[in-house]
């Protein structure tokens, strides 16, 4: 099982590659995937660039070509709010896609059931835990 990490800069992406071990670096669909290990977990990470069309490239192809079970979207989510700080650390419970009709969504294909989409709970919840853990400031859990 691997890991997929995605951040938006290079700036983003460096806290990562310092605790990464046993590194290679592979170059897929213009992108540089660095494989390793964090913890002893198998990770693949990279730098998508900005935008959600390039996360959405970027997530797709960690998916696919590394098969990662997991993927943690990492960086300043576009300043959320201007209560957040730096190294803050923001678990989304769920989301929703801001820019699309609700019954485009719900109607159409892939006819979910709510605009809604739910994080798993147990990623939430180690991403809290690792927060709490490694990190200097604050977790909040995003429950909109």
């Given at each position: 099982?691997?890991t997929g990490?995605?951040?938006a800069?290079?700036d983003?992406l460096?806290?990562f590659?310092s605790f990464?071990e046993e590194f290679?670096?592979?170059?897929?669909s213009?992108l540089?995937?660095?494989?390793g290990?964090?913890a002893?977990?198998?990770?693949?990470?990279l730098?998508?660039?900005?935008?959600k069309?390039?996360?959405?490239?970027a997530?797709q192809?960690l998916a696919d070509?590394?098969?990662?079970?997991?993927?943690i979207?990492?960086?300043t989510?576009?300043?959320?709010?201007?209560?957040l700080?730096p190294?803050?650390?923001?678990?989304?419970v769920?989301?929703?896609c801001y820019?699309?009709d609700e019954?485009?969504?719900?109607q159409y294909?892939?006819?979910?059931?709510?605009?809604?989409?739910?994080?798993?709970k147990?990623l939430?919840e180690?991403a809290e835990?690792?927060?709490?853990t490694?990190?200097?400031?604050?977790c909040i859990?995003a429950?909109?």
């Amino acid at each position: 099982m691997t890991t997929g990490i995605i951040c938006a800069s290079d700036d983003e992406l460096a806290p990562f590659l310092s605790f990464m071990e046993e590194f290679s670096v592979v170059r897929k669909s213009m992108l540089k995937i660095y494989r390793g290990k964090i913890a002893g977990r198998s990770v693949a990470a990279l730098y998508g660039g900005v935008g959600k069309i390039n996360a959405a490239a970027a997530t797709q192809m960690l998916a696919d070509k590394f098969r990662c079970d997991a993927i943690i979207n990492a960086g300043t989510a576009g300043a959320l709010s201007d209560a957040l700080k730096p190294f803050d650390t923001v678990a989304v419970v769920k989301t929703t896609c801001y820019d699309a009709d609700e019954d485009l969504i719900t109607q159409y294909h892939p006819f979910l059931p709510s605009v809604w989409l739910g994080a798993d709970k147990k990623l939430v919840e180690r991403a809290e835990k690792a927060a709490q853990t490694f990190l200097p400031r604050k977790c909040i859990s995003a429950r909109l």
